[in-house]
């Protein structure tokens, strides 16, 4: 609707541009706000939100505001109260857990609690539920309660009560087990008066789709709403919004703010099609673009939307400049011989810029994967640059590495009884705190460390049963890669340390979303072994690295993963670790396939678009792999920027291409044979297709992987398989990814 020439402009609204204006005035039906990288979406959000209040289309407690996160619906509240010039009071403004807390506190009595009902923390959930799988005698091995957790949580975040879970989805999970225990899980829950955080919101649609009086109360009550972080929602949060959103009568005032191009968490279960289909699920619904970009250079945003173009699925949108400086430093592309020089490489830009008077604070390293950051901090250590790890530990703090260091301690130095006492038990060996402290009683009357008295009081026989058993494969284990020091060299050692004393088993074995990231830090611990001439040399730099003194200044370098990077912003950012395996992920492709591929795709868009004035991609032609270099070939991703908004330097991409297809130097081990994210592929990259479920591949049958070779199928999740190869261990694939043997 044109505005009156006559009425003037609210204040408010006169700072926003002709797109943001729309997304706010459009006030009546579904409204879809399309928002790009840095185009000021919580502006518009809080603004909007503050408009209906300031003309009176409603009053705070008539309208529901979404957010993914406490901070975000802090500073919302924040900033619509300095609109308002006074704190709105009676808002029902919170994240989706928070909203449905309330609203079940008011309906508890539908689900078979009372408004008094506790909410479990994690801890508690995973005791209750080993109290509920007792009865069924699983193997708690095969079948961890942290992975039956997992399950029932992906069912809950699904919408799917235990009536709702079909007999096809039961069979693939817990020998067949897991709804009966979901079912007990949840009839215990009630009779505790108890819930989950995943049964805020299943309990909510529950009764929201079982009670039409309590929907129509909300229809009443919420004459608006409006969500931040569409495309980030999954099934039950879709559900829930659908429900409250379509009414019998009046329109639907629904607005979604989100960006299907910055849609990268698919692994915690949101779903970019949610987005995608606004249109259909709300029919005649505005769509409103908010394309100017108030963040990054011309230079910038066309590489980055060059790039985003290569997805199909995507509703599309090209970002335009709002800086006045608007074009910019094209994005710089660097070739380098090995991991090695890109952290020197990396390392000696900032401190160039730093010397040049750029902030420490406006500068961040974005990687893939966590275990990319070792080099990095290491070489920020060297040269004296301050930095902080966004959203983690610094390498050398992260437990698995403080794990396997102390398993190199005591295979350095046998005297070392701290190490030994974190690692008497690690994995669990039936050696508790008690029988440890009656080891260390024992070990004080015998001269030497409590390694020397653990291996007297094996030969005297003074150990019985399990301990005994435990701690003797465990000091043989050690005798064993003792000897191997001395002949083949540290990293195959420690490998098999790790290996012999069951240490990488456990982390094989396990089924959390961790586990593959944390095989990935050993990994990446047992290349930087590889770098000095022997253990204690490694050791000693260790202890001199986590020594180094903290800085207490807040002018450092980030150092993040992609995923942890969004709706942050930096003037430089570095993207080191742009090769085949590495970016786009091979374990991602191996699962999700093309889908899998164009979310990749999406978070090389986001760590693009974090950037204002400078972004600079890095590809190394070889990652050390163990004492030996694997040959890797430069990411897609860097071929589908446009090339004139790039500048090349250091090797070229065909020079890049002929290297990787040479002979490789790839060494043996216990993670060679799992995947490639570490020095990516050997051959040119492979065609990613759609995912196609292959059906009836049952439990047992033997398969075989292009690149992980035979094995035997243990699970069947849907299209995804679980799969013990004969060389690479248990491995999760999508069927189509795999030729039926037996």
Same mark, same amino acid.
Request: a neutral charge; one cysteine or more.
């Given at each position: ?521 050993? =990994?990446?611990? *047992? +290349? $930087? #072994?590889?770098?000095? %001439? ?11 690295? &986590? ?62 678009? =974090?950037?204002? *004035? +400078? $972004? #600079?991609?890095?590809? %190394? ?11 890797? &070939? ?109």
């Amino acid at each position: 609707m044109p505005q009156d020439p006559l009425i003037p402009t609210p204040e408010y609204l006169s700072r926003l541009n002709p797109e943001q204006r729309r997304a706010i005035e459009t006030t009546e039906g579904p409204l879809l706000i399309l928002a790009g990288a840095g185009t000021g979406k919580t502006r518009v959000l809080t603004t909007r939100f503050a408009h209906l209040l300031l003309t009176g289309r409603a009053y705070p407690s008539q309208i529901l505001a979404v957010t993914f996160t406490n901070k975000a619906a802090r500073e919302m509240r924040e900033r619509v109260g300095a609109l308002l010039g006074e704190p709105a009071e009676g808002l029902w403004l919170g994240t989706f857990h928070a909203i449905c807390a309330r609203m079940l506190r008011r309906h508890a009595e539908y689900v078979g609690l009372t408004s008094g009902f506790n909410i479990l923390d994690t801890d508690d959930q995973l005791r209750l539920l080993k109290q509920i799988m007792e009865p069924f005698r699983l193997d708690t091995k095969r079948w961890p309660p942290n992975q039956l957790m997992g399950i029932i949580q992906r069912w809950k975040d699904r919408g799917l009560t235990p009536d709702r879970v079909t007999p096809a989805e039961d069979t693939d999970f817990a020998n067949g087990q897991a709804l009966a225990i979901y079912r007990g899980y949840q009839q215990r829950l009630r009779e505790l008066n108890t819930c989950d955080f995943g049964d805020l919101m299943l309990h909510m649609v529950e009764i929201l789709r079982s009670q039409p009086n309590v929907l129509a109360q909300y229809h009443r009550i919420f004459r608006y709403i409006l969500v931040d972080e569409y495309q980030d929602t999954n099934t039950i949060q879709h559900l829930w919004l659908r429900l409250l959103a379509k009414r019998e009568q009046g329109p639907s005032n629904i607005a979604c703010v989100g960006d299907d191009d910055q849609s990268i968490y698919s692994w915690r279960g949101a779903e970019v099609e949610n987005i995608l289909r606004f249109e259909k699920d709300f029919p005649g619904a505005a769509v409103v673009r908010l394309e100017q970009n108030y963040r990054s250079t011309a230079q910038i945003l066309a590489a980055a939307a060059g790039l985003i173009a290569h997805n199909e699925g995507r509703l599309g949108k090209t970002l335009r400049p709002g800086r006045e400086d608007a074009q910019g430093e094209k994005v710089q592309i660097i070739g380098v011989r090995d991991s090695d020089e890109e952290a020197r490489i990396v390392g000696g830009a900032i401190e160039r810029l730093h010397a040049d008077g750029h902030p420490l604070s406006e500068m961040a390293i974005l990687m893939r994967a966590g275990f990319q950051t070792r080099p990095f901090e290491e070489r920020l250590m060297t040269i004296g640059i301050p930095y902080r790890i966004v959203g983690g530990l610094r390498f050398y703090e992260r437990s698995e590495i403080r794990d396997c260091l102390a398993y190199m301690r005591v295979l350095s130095q046998p005297s070392d009884d701290l190490a030994f006492e974190r690692i008497i038990n690690v994995p669990k060996r039936g050696v508790g705190a008690v029988a440890v402290q009656k080891l260390h009683g024992v070990a004080r009357t015998l001269p030497g460390p409590l390694t020397a008295g653990v291996l007297t009081q094996i030969e005297q026989g003074a150990l019985k049963g399990k301990s005994k058993e435990a701690l003797t494969s465990l000091m043989e284990a050690f005798q064993r890669a003792k000897a191997t020091l001395e002949t083949e060299g540290q990293v195959v050692a420690v490998e098999q340390l790790l290996e012999d004393s069951g240490y990488l088993q456990m982390w094989r074995d396990d089924r959390s979303v961790e586990a593959p990231g944390r095989l990935d830090n050993i =990994r990446e611990l *047992l +290349r $930087a #072994i590889g770098e000095f %001439a022997t253990l204690e040399g490694f050791l000693e730099h260790v202890a001199l690295v &986590m020594d180094t003194e903290s800085e207490t200044s807040d002018d450092k370098v980030s150092l993040m993963t992609l995923h942890g990077s969004k709706g942050l912003e930096f003037d430089t950012v570095f993207l080191p670790g742009w090769e085949e395996g590495v970016f786009p992920s091979q374990r991602s492709l191996d699962e999700g396939g093309n889908r899998a591929l164009e979310e990749e795709r999406r978070l090389a868009y986001v760590g693009l678009t =974090r950037a204002r *004035l +400078r $972004a #600079i991609v890095v590809h %190394a032609a070889s990652r050390r792999i163990y004492a030996n270099w694997q040959a890797s &070939m430069p990411s897609r991703f860097i071929e589908e920027i446009p090339s004139e908004y790039v500048q090349t330097s250091g090797q070229s991409l065909e020079s890049r291409r002929q290297a990787a297809a040479a002979p490789s130097m790839f060494a043996s081990g216990p993670f060679t044979s799992t995947r490639r994210s570490s020095g990516g592929p050997q051959t040119p990259r492979p065609r990613v297709t759609d995912v196609q479920p292959q059906a009836n591949v049952p439990v047992g049958a033997t398969v075989f992987h292009q690149k992980f070779g035979e094995g035997t199928v243990v699970a069947v999740d849907g299209s995804r398989l679980e799969i013990n190869f004969e060389n690479g261990g248990i491995k999760r694939v999508m069927a189509n990814f795999v030729e039926i043997r037996s």
